[in-house]
Structures are given as C-alpha cells and as structure tokens.
C-alpha cells in the first residue's frame, strides 16, 4: 500500500488553492507514452491545447541514466510504487473483516472449501500495462523508456473483490456523483453500483444532484437510491443524478462530506472530476476521515491516459455513423456535394479517428493532435478541389478541438475553466464556401453537427458491459480500503489505478501511431501542410 509521499500530486489542487481554477490540459502524451512520466514543467499546461509534438519516450525519461546497468531495475520499482494504490490503512489503524461479497453458488464452502467459486482477487494480482515488445524505436508507434527500446515490464494492480474487506456493510453510506458533460452509461454505472453495495450489504445509498453542486447548493436534496430505483435507469441516457460544471472548494465539499456522514464516495467523471475527487480524497486524509473516494472515468472523447477506452467512447463512435451516413448520402446526392461533419473532442480526435474508420466514408478526417492548412496548394480546400473533380464529391470529419489556431479565441472559460472553443465547423464550412465560389466551381456544402445528439443516447451493448464491470469494480475498491483510486480497463484487463496517474495531461491520438496511419489509409487525404 502507498504512502502518501509515493503518490505523485501533479498539481492538483491544493489546500491553499482550493477553489477552482481555469485549465486545458495539455495533451502531452499519447496512448503510447501515457505510462511514461512527464516531466513535472510539462504537467497540467494551462489552457494549452492538445499539441501534435508527442513527447517521445527517450525525451520523457531524460532523468534516467541509461549508462547504470541497474537503471531498468530501478525504472521497475519507481513504477511499482508510482502505481501502488492509497489505502486507507496507509494513515490509519484498521483491522479488515471477512468479506461479506459472494455468488450465490450453493454446494460452495460445505463441500469443497478450497474450491469457493467466489473468485476474490489477491491484492498482489497484477496486470501487465504495456503488451507489445518492440524491436526497435523505429518500429512502427513504439513506445520506448531508453534509446535501445528495451523491454520494461510495467505492472499494474487487478481490480474485484477482496476476501476481506474495511468496512462493516450495514454501518456505511455510500454516495455517489456525476460531474462533467453527458455521456452515454452513466446511468449503467450508477445503477451497478448500487446493486453491488447492495450485494455487500449497504442500505444507505445516496445520489448527490447535478455533480459536485449538489455537495454545497442548500437547494438541492440528496437523491435516496435503492435497487428498485436504479432498476431500469440504464435504459435511458443522460445522468439520473444531473450533471453540472464548476464547483466550490474542496474545503468545502469535504466538510458536506463529513456533515452527511459519507464513508464511500464514488466520483463518475473525466479528467477534471477526477482532479475534483484526488483533492477530495487528500483532503479527507488531511483529515484522518475514513472515507473511500473511488473514480470511474467517463468521456466520450476517451481522453484518459493508460486505458483501452472510457464507457461511452463506443457509443459515440457507433451513433456518429448516423451523421457520417447522412453527410454522404446528402453529399453523393447533389451536384459537387462536399458533407461536413463536427464530432467531439477537445484534446483528442479519437471519436473523428474511429467514426472515420468505422464508417470508411470520410474522405478527410482532422483531429486537434494533427495541424493543417486550409488555404494554400497543401490545404485541405485544394484537396476538395481535387475530390470535386475526380469523385464528384467529398466528406469531412472535424473533431471539434481541430484547427483552434485558424481561429480567434477568446480566452473565454467554462465554470469548470475548461477553454470555450472556436467552432471549428463553423469555419470550415464558410471557407469551403467562399473558396469555391472564388474559383467558380459550383459545391453544394452540407454541414452537420450532431455532437450532443451523440452524447445524450442510452449506452450500447459493449459500453453497457464496460460500465458493468467498472462499477462493481469501483464497489469492490471501496470495500477494499482503497481511496483515490480509480477504475479502468487495461489490455482487456481489468484494474485499479491511482488517480494522479491518469489525469496527468488527457490522452491523445499519436500521430505516429498504427492507427492514425490506418485512418489515413482509409482516407487516402494527404498531409496539409
Ligand atoms: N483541478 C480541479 N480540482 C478540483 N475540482 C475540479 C478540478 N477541475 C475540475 N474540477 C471540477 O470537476 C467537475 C467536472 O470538471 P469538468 O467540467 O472539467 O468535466 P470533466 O470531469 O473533465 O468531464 P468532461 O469530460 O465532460 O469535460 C466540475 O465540477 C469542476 O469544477
Ligand atoms: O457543452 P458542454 O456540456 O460543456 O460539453 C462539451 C464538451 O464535452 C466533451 O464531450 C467532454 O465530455 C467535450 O468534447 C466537449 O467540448
Ligand atoms: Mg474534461
């Protein structure tokens, strides 16, 4: 278990400065590097934009001195503790009970003891975080710790229930918010959550109302939640709770904490909730509360750093091929058709990425990590010139955080401070417009944004599992006396991770990456610059 010192703080907020303040996270790492420690300098850029320099694994670790032939060893046992989760007995003296979390299997303990079909995880099960051993550092998106691109092994802690756990289930109450945007499974969730605390035996289970508002708005009640309340909340979208931006200090939201008597708090949100619930949770320790503050990441942009995807990721990417579709159909119908489609995704272009590869109708795809020029003989307007002439017509996908330099910010904050910004699509659109009509080239432009359509529908098949299991797992991480941590999946696998870890900068799509090269492929677009 961590100690406090073992747990990097990456700036977030601290008791001094406690009440919100504006960010953009910087994206500064990819999926690739995203297990590789930034240097603290390139930690929460404020209000920088997702960049498209990675930074490259041999320049991330430019602290380690490859010449020492333990430097591997030593790299090892600094992840090792970097991913070491807080647990509550790290500052207090706690004695663990057995579990009171089992299947209903009846033949179970009586007859074969050793065999229990309960399957609890030991907390020394680890997953392996990085799978691909590459050759070279020219391979193909690798991702390197030294200039030879040795093998490093980097494990992480498994997730689910322990045979023994902190907390006496009939004595807690749990609670739990949704911050942030929309995003489809929400409400799985919540819902799971519920019924695994009600597996283990918790009968007092709260909602708190739109997001961390609801811990210091005197106007807003906690929301009493049962089985038989969340039953069928999975069947819509949206948050049953309410969602809200913007805060109060965590000073604050601590002491509404102690006020309700919470033990657990589980934190359904993307990077800056989880900023929220890391402070909350140092603040409890502070403390010396025991309380359990447990995450699980929810973006439909998947802009979380070391995991596979986010709940709701698939389901946006499944519902943009309906706007996708309807772009090119309205594109192929007229005369000179050119479609345009904005998709979320502030730091990130994975939605536009995979909707791209998904619908293999785009003709053009552009994302935040990858610049481009409009005008000019390499632009993209040139490139629609060309399709106009050889297919007839053309289909574009833009994530919404693409091309922010071609306009004029504002510098304007969400109550959050996430950046307001330029719409893109917006722009798009009107320059496709004046620049065929300055050459005479007759272009029927038809611009669709479905981008909160797309983030207020019900889960699909796959992100209902992935919602599933992340939370029971969360449930299981409570019990277990961990406390800010936060749940994901990992090469299929799932685990606990401790929030700093995640939230470091938001996960971006590598531009060098197999899969970026694919979404080109599928495009045939060139580079724009
Ligand atoms: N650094 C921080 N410290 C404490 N609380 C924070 C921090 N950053 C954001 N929050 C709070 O977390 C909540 C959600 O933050 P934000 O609006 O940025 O959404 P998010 O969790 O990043 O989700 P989304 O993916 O929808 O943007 C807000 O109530 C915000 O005030
Ligand atoms: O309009 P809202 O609710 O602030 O949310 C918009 C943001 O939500 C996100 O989807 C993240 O959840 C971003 O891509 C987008 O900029
Ligand atoms: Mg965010």
Redesign the pocket.
């Known amino acids: 278990m961590a100690s406090v010192s073992s747990i990097n703080g990456v700036g ?2 601290n008791p001094e400065q406690q009440a ?2 504006p ?1 953009g996270f910087g994206c500064n790492s990819s999926s690739q590097f995203s297990c590789l420690r930034i240097p603290d300098s390139k930690k929460y850029t404020k209000n920088s934009r997702c960049s498209s320099t990675v930074i490259r694994a041999v320049n991330a670790n430019s602290d380690i001195d490859f010449s020492d032939p333990n430097w591997k060893q030593h790299y090892e046992e600094d992840f090792e503790k970097r991913f070491d989760l807080p647990h509550l007995t790290d500052l207090l003296d706690l004695t663990p009970i057995p579990t009171t979390f089992t299947h209903k299997s009846r033949a179970a303990d009586e007859t074969k003891p050793g065999e229990r079909k309960n399957g609890y995880v030991n907390d020394d099960d680890r997953a392996l975080l990085k799978v691909i051993k590459f050759a070279s550092p020219s391979s193909a998106g690798a991702e390197c710790i030294d200039p030879e691109c040795s093998w490093v092994e980097q494990w992480v802690h498994r997730a689910g229930p322990r045979k023994n756990i902190y907390y006496e289930p009939v004595g807690v109450k749990a609670a739990i918010v949704t ?3 929309l995003c489809p499974g929400l409400n799985d969730v919540i819902r799971q959550i519920v019924i695994t605390l009600d597996i283990y035996g918790v009968k007092n289970i709260v909602g708190i109302p739109f ?2 508002r609801g811990f210091y708005d005197k106007s807003l009640s906690e929301i009493p939640l049962s089985r038989r309340v969340v039953q069928n909340i999975n069947l819509a979208g949206g948050s049953f709770l309410g969602v ?4 109060t200090s ?1 000073s604050n939201i601590v002491d509404s904490i102690q006020a309700r008597r919470i033990d657990m708090l589980f934190v359904l ?8 619930a890391n ?1 909350i949770h140092e603040e409890c320790r502070k403390r010396k509360l025991k309380i359990s503050v447990v995450g699980v990441p929810k ?1 439909i ?1 998947n802009d979380i750093l070391l995991m596979d995807k986010t709940f709701g990721f698939d389901t946006a990417v499944e519902e943009a091929q309906r706007a996708i579709n309807s772009a090119y159909i309205e594109a192929h119908s007229a005369y000179h058709g050119i479609g345009l489609v904005k998709l979320m995704g502030r730091s990130s272009g994975f939605i536009a990425m995979h909707a791209t590869l998904s619908s293999g109708q785009i003709d053009v795809c552009l994302i935040p990590e990858v610049p481009f020029s409009l005008e000019g003989d390499y632009g993209v307007l040139q490139h629609l010139e060309q399709l106009i002439q050889t297919k007839g017509s053309a289909v574009v996908c833009v994530a919404e955080g693409a091309g922010q330099n071609l306009l004029e910010t504002s510098n304007a904050t ?5 950046i307001i910004l330029g719409d893109i699509g917006v722009h798009i659109q009107q320059k496709i417009k004046s620049h065929f009509k300055g050459i005479g080239v007759h272009a029927d432009v038809k611009y669709i944004d479905p981008t909160y359509m797309i983030r207020a529908i019900r889960a699909n098949a796959s992100d209902a599992i992935l919602c599933t299991v992340l939370g029971q797992n969360a449930v299981h991480g409570a019990f277990a006396g961990y406390s800010g941590i936060t749940v994901g999946i990992c090469n299929t696998h799932y685990v606990y991770l401790p929030i700093p870890e995640v939230i470091t900068s938001p996960r971006c799509v590598d531009p060098n990456s197999r899969m970026w090269h694919r979404c080109l492929t599928a495009t045939g677009q060139p580079d724009f610059l």
């Not at 949100?269 to 929220?276: D, E, I, K, S």
């Open positions: 977030l907020v919100l303040h960010k911050c942030g945007g997001g961390y809200s931006r913007g805060s965590v949100g993307g990077n800056g909730t989880h900023a929220g402070a973006t942009d969400d109550a959050s401070g996430n």
